[in-house]
């Protein structure tokens, strides 16, 4: 399958309101994961499972809503996990988003940070999210409408509720402060 020129999808949130709609299971694996590692001075436990018809079926399934012009913002959920890429994608569009979402059986850190592997953060316009979670059900997708962006503060579950601003700026300052503290 070849983009064309008007078919591609990047990072930043595009429009204020539009529907965020996490693809793939949430399952809070945090097995060898960076939140392990970095904030809980952890490294153990096995990596996420990783089920190549999965990759391949949310893959293709992303890549034709792409393709179909319903889809222009896509981020990988990847190292750091959800929070992590909702944070990019806050920062990269210096627009804020406000992300509310239970998974059963999952505490807190583990939707949001865990490694899940499989999974993406779309947006979509309002008027195509009914669409396109019909679409993954037809195609056996896991979708979930977590939120909706707009404004200037990333908000998540009444747990992570940082503005855009510093969020950029703390990105921005932490390796000159770190050369710094390292003289």
Excluded at 4 to 20: L, S, V, W
Excluded at 76 to 97: F, R
Excluded at 103 to 108: C, E, F
Aim: net charge negative; charged share 20%; glycine share 10%.
């Amino acid at each position: 399958m070849q983009l064309g020129a008007g078919h591609i999808a990047t990072i930043p949130f595009k429009r204020e309101g539009d529907k965020i709609i996490l693809i793939g299971d949430n399952k809070g694996h945090l097995g060898a994961s960076l939140y392990l590692k970095e904030v809980l001075c952890l490294e153990e436990g096995a990596p996420p499972p990783v089920d190549l018809k999965a990759e391949k079926r949310n893959g293709e399934f992303v890549s034709a809503l792409i393709q179909g012009g319903q889809v222009d913002t896509c981020h990988d959920i990847s190292d750091g996990g959800l929070a992590i890429s909702l944070s990019e994608m806050a920062m990269s569009s210096k627009m804020g988003a406000d992300i509310m979402f239970k998974v059963k059986g999952v505490q807190n850190h583990g939707a949001l940070f865990g490694e899940d592997q499989s999974r993406f953060i779309i947006t979509v316009p309002m008027n195509l999210a009914a669409e396109v979670i019909s679409k993954a059900v037809v195609a056996n997708i896991s979708a979930l409408i977590i939120g909706d962006t707009g404004g200037d503060r990333l908000k998540i579950n009444n747990i992570i509720d940082i503005s855009v601003s510093e969020l950029n700026e703390v990105n921005q300052s932490w390796f000159p402060n770190f050369m710094r503290s390292t003289s």
